[in-house]
């Protein structure tokens, strides 16, 4: 029997158009909330392109600092058995985001909430990956909360830009882009 050598590592996509991205996934808040607020931005390859065809995943708590969620949000078809999206009353804290051909991605959500700096877990997938990367989207205004945060702390102040959004012009609109390299790369978390 002849012994063969070892599969090399295979890249993260894009494969992406099969149950990944919902109907609403970028809707995280339910309709007609007066909180909504609206994090949107690009991601960006080391060139400074944009990624048409990346993943981006959302985890956070609610306004109240919950992180229990709100699981059964999602409906089915009861004919085709597809997802027709969210129920449009439940906030379960979790998002799922494709980039359009701009790699540009929007969420709809509430203000995540809690002791410490608020923040939303981000999740990025993307062709050239061999693993998913981890970040945070920490938001400006909360200078005190911000400045006592362990992670943002122990970073030099040009790489904690990377995970601190920027207001838009639009009251509760926050822009964050995401670069996998080069100039400004986004600080990305490793997890033992």
């Known amino acids: 029997m002849t012994e063969l050598p070892p599969t ?3 890249t993260v996509g894009p494969f992406y158009g099969y149950a990944l991205p919902f109907p609403g996934g970028g809707d995280l808040a339910p309709p007609g909330r007066p909180d909504t607020i609206t994090v949107h931005g690009y991601v960006y390859d080391g060139a400074g392109e944009p990624v048409p065809d990346a993943l981006i995943e959302l985890w956070q708590s609610g306004p109240d600092g919950s992180r ?10 009861p004919v085709t058995g597809g997802f027709l999206g969210r129920n449009g009353v439940d906030f379960t804290g979790f ?3 494709a980039t359009d051909p701009d790699g540009h991605w929007t969420a709809r959500t509430l ?15 993307a ?16 200078a005190a909360a911000n400045a006592a945060d362990p992670l943002l702390a122990s970073l030099d102040p040009v790489r904690r830009e990377t995970l601190v959004a920027t207001a838009g012009p639009q009251p509760g609109s ?10 400004k790369e ?7």
């Open 95 to 97: 998002g799922r985001i």
């Open 111 to 125: 203000p995540p909430g809690g002791p410490g700096a608020p923040y939303i877990s981000v999740c990025v997938h």
């Open 8 to 10: 090399p590592s295979h």
């Open 68 to 77: 229990a969620g709100a699981p059964g949000s999602m409906r089915r078809d």
């Open 174 to 183: 926050y822009r964050f882009d995401i670069r996998l390299q080069g100039d």
């Open 127 to 142: 062709r050239g990956l061999l693993h998913h990367l981890f970040t945070r989207v920490y938001f400006p205004g909360n």
């Open 186 to 192: 986004t600080v990305f978390l490793e997890f033992t």
